[in-house]
């Protein structure tokens, strides 16, 4: 069974820092990786993708690839309330995205 | 432009009772999905269609049918709920199902409990 795995949370940040978002997966072929973000009641919306060649910087996000150790990261600098959501991360394996179950993240004004 | 769309938003059913979640897509994409999210779950796979004439199994697929209507529609049919259906759907599509990257965008969701 293929997984990926996220840490739950709630992960505390003060607003201006930066957040640190980790998850592992177990598909060593996986060669794309997402990161979403779903706020309380809505529907999950993309945040960014990387493909297993390199990482990704998109204004404030910044994601991370470590193949060896089979886990992916999402940075946001400069942390701000309004990123205050759930993270989910998916891996695509074969024709199908494999989902965490979310990291909660709180920036505290 | 509305891109995915799903009705009805709220659904409240009995132990028994059929229903058919309706979704559609503006973006002309050829593949579509259907999941379920449950607290403190990731979201699940419950079937998706790779094209238009095409539905495969994910990986919660008891309890649930669907149809692919054409290359815009996706319904989801529970034909006999159960108050483990219980749960928030998702339906979401991307312009293809394989390759590399081919990001999904979602729908706002259908909240169904089964009493």
């Known amino acids: 069974q293929k997984e990926v795995e996220q840490n739950s949370g709630p992960l505390s940040v003060p607003e201006g820092a930066i957040a640190s978002l980790n998850c592992t997966y177990s598909d060593r072929g996986s060669q794309s990786f997402f990161w979403y973000r779903q706020y309380s009641g809505k529907s999950p919306e993309l945040i960014m993708f990387?493909?297993s060649n390199g990482d990704k910087e998109d204004g404030r996000f910044t994601a991370q690839l470590n193949k060896a150790s089979q886990y992916v990261s999402l940075l946001i600098r400069d942390s701000q309330p309004s990123d205050s959501a759930t993270y989910l991360c998916a891996v695509r394996s074969n024709y199908q995205l494999i989902w965490g179950a979310g990291t909660k993240l709180i920036i505290k004004p | 432009n509305a891109g995915v769309t799903q009705t009805p938003k709220f659904q409240v059913l009995k132990t028994g009772q059929s229903m058919t979640l309706q979704c559609a897509q503006d973006?002309?994409?050829?593949?579509m999905y259907w999941y379920r999210q449950d607290p403190g779950m990731g979201l699940r796979l419950i079937y998706y269609s790779a094209s238009e004439g095409t539905t495969d199994k994910g990986e919660v697929p008891n309890g649930y049918n669907v149809s692919r209507l054409n290359k815009r529609e996706f319904s989801l049919r529970l034909e006999s709920a159960a108050p483990s259906q219980t749960s928030v759907y998702f339906c979401?599509?991307?312009?293809?199902?394989?390759?590399?990257?081919?990001?999904?965008?979602f729908g706002p969701g259908t909240r169904l409990t089964v009493l």
């Open positions: 973006m002309n994409h050829n593949s």
């Open positions: 990387i493909y």
């Open positions: 979401a599509s991307s312009s293809t199902s394989g390759g590399v990257g081919n990001e999904q965008f």
